[in-house]
């Protein structure tokens, strides 16, 4: 037993021996474990050595365990059973668990997919708590890094770098506008596009700025935005009231009754890819993964 130290024994060995001890022969345990004969024999002679014991005595019938082996034989049996329980995956039922899913997504996602993937919580994961946040100004990698938010939701271009994220859909914007003299499906030269007022959305509400803009340098010119407000709500509602022309994305074109007419111009528009991102910690986690494939099946749909 001197020679016995935990940080040079293989816990093969112990499987060897688990075979060894159940088939009281060295052929059919090197048959049960799916090895040679000889590689089999390497192993018992390695035991041998750790336990300082002879632990199976050959014979006529096969092999006999001696009294130190059948000393530990239960021993490391339920020692094989509790690290087989420690290996497995963890399973995770939904209907069964208590727990927090912790989601950001801007005005815009909330609109489209957190809403329907709260509702699926809601009904599978009847013991859950779900908390759907605007996303952090700033200190997002660490949130997802210590747990206090599981998801983030977001255009890929403000994904955050270095972490997991997948692809949940992509979105066109359209144009929406509140001047009468504009009919559904009218087409609009960008010369009167840029000459009318328009409205834009910000999650701060500080910026007259975004990708519309952008496309519009490309083509060298530049539009009069009026307005900027931090939700697609407020966005719809004071359109009512005023006449604007507005950016929005397709799905939040769809998702609102609002009655406005889209018009079409020649620009070059571009889209929204949004994306799903986390932290790699909680990349194999049963309940983490479970919550990505939910929110994947409703994005697909």
């Not at 049960?32 to 018992?44: A, C, E, F, N």
């Amino acid at each position: 037993m001197a020679n016995l130290n935990i940080r040079n024994v293989d816990l093969n060995l112990l499987v060897a021996f688990d075979a060894l001890y159940k088939e009281r022969s060295v052929t059919r345990a090197a048959a049960r474990l799916s090895l040679t004969q000889p590689t089999v024999s390497g192993m018992l002679k390695r035991l041998r050595d750790s336990f300082d014991d002879d632990l199976f005595v050959r014979t006529s019938h096969g092999i006999v365990p001696t009294p130190r082996a059948d000393g530990i034989a239960s021993k490391v049996a339920d020692l094989l059973e509790e690290i087989g329980l420690l290996l497995a995956p963890d399973e995770f039922d939904p209907a069964r668990t208590a727990f927090t899913a912790r989601i950001c997504g801007s005005d815009y996602l909330q609109h489209t997919i957190l809403e329907r993937l709260t509702e699926e919580l809601l009904q599978t994961a009847p013991q859950a708590r779900i908390s759907i946040l605007p996303r952090p100004a700033e200190g997002v990698a660490r949130q997802l890094e210590s747990g206090e938010i599981d998801l983030i939701l977001s255009d890929r271009e403000l994904a955050v770098p270095d972490l997991p994220a997948r692809v949940l859909y992509k979105d066109d914007f359209v144009c929406l506008s509140s001047y009468q003299d504009f009919e559904n499906g009218a087409e609009i030269s960008l010369e009167r596009l840029c000459a009318l007022n328009h409205a834009f959305v910000d999650p701060t509400g500080g910026s007259f700025h975004g990708p519309i803009d952008d496309a519009l340098a490309t083509a060298g010119k530049e539009r009069n935005v009026v307005l900027a407000v931090p939700t697609f709500s407020m966005l719809l509602q004071l359109m009512k009231s005023r006449e604007l022309l507005a950016f929005v994305p397709g799905r939040i074109a769809d998702t609102f009754d609002h009655g406005f007419a889209r018009v079409w111009t020649s620009l070059d528009l571009p889209y929204l890819e949004i994306v799903a991102i986390w932290h790699p910690r909680m990349t194999r986690d049963p309940k983490h993964k479970w919550l990505r494939e939910t929110l994947v099946s409703i994005a697909r749909d």
